[in-house]
């Protein structure tokens, strides 16, 4: 393989063999590949495209670097994965209610990328949990509680960890390939039986408009129904946060009040997964009406809670989260309330500006070895529609000092804009089914 020779083809716009591809992903993962060809051969793709051909070659190449999984099982095995955006902690209160409902939940998830939050970053901000669990735990966990929320291990889509690594600085997130590639390669390697895609779209997506997402959403499901999975994607709304909370402690916790049967804690996060949950049981076998009846009941009867907290300690958090999660979680040491500059009505709210707030204040990353700070972020965030007064809490700030919490008080208000009412985005835009 001469890496360069595929790089050049995706330069000047062809698509590379699939053998190649597969050995360029191979070469990812054994490190045979450079940094610099990765970073290259990423924005080679983000600049000119692959064929669809070529996207499921790359997909399959990633996927085929690692170790793929088999599950026998009692029952459905089957996982969703969002596109990103902020505020939108699903996974947290999907796995558990799907569980729950007698749902394996192999899940691969990842950290935070570009402006968005990282299932991964949010779960290790509860003390001890160690997502980093070998392939033979996963599965026992998975067998067990029903549900395990893990990184990749090295033996799952390497090539893919090395490929995501780099996408995160050099600028090449936001394209429909490597999303593609990225997502697919460690859901297929994980052996499920049937996936739900929840794409998302708005000012807090990487795909901004509904029509970009139903393009992404477009590739992912013909992907990877191609390749053998049966998937399903839901276009969603991303114009707010989907949680009151950005940061990956306070968003554990806006899970955890939503677990304990509080939908009023986060309708529109309660709504979603719920809506998420029975899409993919109906991939099961499960009839969508009676999936939605039976998810809502696991979550309000607390079912799903019990798997959360089995899964938390399985992973090596405290024996009992579901306690009191108020004084188990990280808490930053200065809180303060934003302002609103001026009288109206919450009329947009610039979501990428909101997560690079949070990830300033030290929840994200700006370069791969930066560390998070997982008390930090935004709580009560104001929503769209709602009429304030001057000086009235548009959210609160959780901040390591002073001078951060100033900053971001200062970001919120440029991120929100106050003034006459608008309509709300209905919630899901459009579904795209197998």
Known sequence: ???????????QGGTPAAEDLAHFCAGLASGAVSDAQAGAFAMAVCLNGLSEEGRVALTLGMRDSGEVLSWDLPGPVLDKHSTGGVGDPVSLILAPALAACDVYVPMVSGRGLGHTGGTLDKLESIPGLDTGVSADAFRQITREVGCAIVSATGDIAPADKRLYAVRDVTATVDSVDLICA?????????GLEGMVLDVKA??????????????????????????????????????????PSLGNALEVATCLDVLSGNRAAAPRLHDLTVA?????????????????ARITTAITSGAAMERFAAMVRAMGGPRDISDDWTTQLPQAP???????????????????????????????????????NPAVGLSDVAELGRNVSVGDALCTVHAANDTAAE???????????????????????????P
């Open 182 to 190: 990225s997502i697919l390669s460690k859901k297929l390697a994980a």
């Open 202 to 243: 708005g000012s807090g997506a990487f795909m901004k408009t509904p029509d970009e997402a139903r393009a992404l959403a477009a590739a992912l499901t013909s992907t990877a129904n191609g390749a053998g999975t049966p998937t399903a994607a839901l276009i969603t709304d991303m114009n707010q946060p989907l949680a």
């Open 334 to 372: 200065v809180q303060r309330d934003v302002p609103a500059p001026t009288s109206g009505t919450v009329a947009a709210i610039d979501g990428e500006a909101l997560g690079l707030a949070v990830v300033a204040l030290g929840g994200g990353r700006r370069v791969e070895s930066d560390r998070i």
């Open 276 to 292: 998420l949950c029975a899409r993919i049981m109906a991939l099961g076998g499960t009839p969508e009406d009676a999936a939605t």
């Open 407 to 433: 900053a971001a008080i200062r970001a919120v208000q440029g991120a929100i804009t106050i003034g006459p009412a608008a309509p709300t985005p209905d919630l899901i835009h459009d579904r795209i089914d």
């Open 1 to 11: 393989m001469d890496a360069r020779a595929i790089i050049a083809t995706v330069r």
